[in-house]
């Protein structure tokens, strides 16, 4: 079953504006994680980010966190042609890893 | 250092047939998850290990999945008998703490059941 619910389910920006993207769950947890998956690809860690934190920063990408909305952004700031790829949410509700993903974002940058 | 190694990348065959998918996880790494990903289911866990014991494997559609992980470096998934309805991308991930660290996928394999 789906946890997360992504908006928009997809984004084209051109190269230097930001992005973001939206996810929703509906239960409580213990820390959200964003992932990103290449045109066949796996996909690749971007962030974790704790219940009890409200925002994280990784270079160019910042996250936040309302529990209280049950929500988190990710915002890609001056994004790249090689940011484009699907950007997915992911929540762990029990602390035991085992992670539900959402549909996730296609991101395309163009040049 | 070598990430998740998944084999084959792709894989064709006729409805019926075994298949099986293999997943070699990082050195270390006493976690390793199985999930699915389809248009229109996304991507689904289907079963995880913990130091090569099965934990969870209630997203395991049907008695015709099975998956094994004899040795920490070595994992199969199995479909058999396949049907069409199996075709997706079948990924390996592994952690070495899920609940703290992330997960590192392999590249997935990719499988078409005719």
């Known amino acids: 079953s789906q946890q997360g619910e992504e908006d928009p389910q997809a984004l084209s920006i051109q190269e230097g504006e930001n992005a973001t993207m939206n996810c929703s769950y509906k239960t409580s947890i213990n820390n959200l994680q964003w992932y990103r998956q290449n045109s066949g690809r796996g996909l690749v860690h971007l962030i974790l980010i704790r219940s009890n934190e409200r925002e994280k920063h990784s270079g160019r990408l910042r996250v936040t966190l309302d529990t209280s909305k049950k929500s988190s952004s990710l915002l890609i700031t001056a994004s790249r042609a090689a940011d484009t790829a699907s950007y997915f949410c992911?929540?762990?509700?029990?602390?035991?890893?085992?992670?539900?993903f959402g549909q996730g974002t296609t991101l395309q940058v163009k040049p | 250092d070598a990430g998740v190694i998944q084999s084959p990348r792709h894989e064709v065959t006729e409805m019926g047939q075994e298949v099986t998918l293999r997943c070699k996880p990082i050195?270390?790494?006493?976690?390793l998850f199985w999930y699915r990903q389809t248009m229109m289911r996304g991507l689904e866990l289907l079963i995880y290990?913990?130091?090569?014991?099965?934990?969870?494997d209630s997203g395991m559609p049907e008695d015709r999945f099975s998956a094994k992980m004899p040795n920490a470096s070595f994992s199969t998934l199995k479909i058999q008998p396949s049907e069409p309805r199996d075709s997706a991308v079948y990924f390996c991930?592994?952690?070495?703490?899920?609940?703290?660290?992330?997960?590192?996928f392999g590249d997935g394999t990719r499988l078409s059941i005719l």
């Open positions: 050195s270390g790494h006493d976690y």
């Open positions: 992911a929540t762990d509700s029990g602390n035991t890893g085992k992670l539900i």
């Open positions: 991930a592994s952690s070495l703490d899920p609940s703290i660290v992330p997960q590192h």
């Open positions: 290990f913990n130091n090569n014991v099965p934990i969870d």
